[in-house]
């Protein structure tokens, strides 16, 4: 099974700067199966990112991710207050899926 | 309107049997694979196992391999998650997924609003 591991598990940071949140994988991972997500308190995650770069339908251009093998990165560019929320990273392999930890961006 | 609606909110005593429902509506349900995730109260999210409605062939989390079933109706898009025996730590919110197929990859592209199971004596 392959194990992602989202860091840092905390992010606190000010509206106007940019994150950078880091998901690595225990073996190498298809980029083709390496999805970002986004969660607000009491709603459903949703798609930001699929493909490991490429923003899903409505995702706004602030919002990209890269990476390959075993190390993926989603950037947000500059906050939004909409942004804080917890986000998860996914991938799909040996025929089920796993979701690393989450990590928490708040409001400094 | 792309979208999948889940059954409501259930309160069950340990032991008891449940079976808990995702409509989907908008697209061709059984042209997309459907997943459940369970998130614990405060925790992340875990990939249950999914479906493929067109002919119910299945495959599970080895997590939650023999504690659940997974099933569907494509006469009325409609998945299922099942359990024969609930106990206290199966507390949680389900959420139904749509796998998404897309040039550069696939992923859940379309949630339901999820469903909270409280198992309590």
């Known amino acids: 099974e392959i194990v992602l591991t989202q860091s840092p598990g905390t992010l606190s940071l000010s509206p106007g700067e940019r994150a950078t949140l880091s998901c690595r994988a225990s073996q190498s991972v298809s980029s083709s199966y390496l999805a970002w997500y986004q969660q607000k308190p009491g709603q459903a995650p949703r798609l930001l990112i699929y493909g490991a770069s490429s923003r899903a339908t409505g995702i706004p251009d602030r919002f990209s991710g890269s990476g390959s093998g075993t190390d993926f990165t989603l950037t947000i560019s500059r906050l939004e207050p909409e942004d804080f929320a917890v986000y998860y990273c996914q991938q799909y392999g040996s025929s089920w899926y796993t979701f690393g930890q989450g990590t928490k961006l708040e409001i400094k | 309107e792309v979208q999948l609606v889940q059954s409501g909110a259930e309160v069950k005593k340990p032991g008891e049997s449940l079976r808990i429902s995702c409509k989907g509506s908008g697209y061709s349900f059984t042209s997309y694979w459907i997943s459940w995730v369970r998130q614990m109260p405060g925790k992340g999210l875990e990939w249950m196992g999914r479906?493929?409605?067109?002919?119910?062939?299945?495959n599970y989390s080895p997590s939650f391999q023999g504690h659940v079933t997974i099933s569907a109706d494509k006469s009325i898009s409609t998945a299922y998650l099942q359990w024969s025996s609930l106990k206290a730590s199966d507390t949680a919110m389900y959420y139904c997924?749509?796998?998404?197929?897309?040039?550069?990859?696939?992923?859940?592209?379309?949630w339901g609003q999820g469903t909270m199971v409280t198992v309590s004596s």
């Open positions: 997924a749509r796998l998404g197929y897309y040039d550069t990859g696939d992923a859940f592209d379309i």
């Open positions: 479906i493929d409605p067109s002919d119910s062939y299945t």
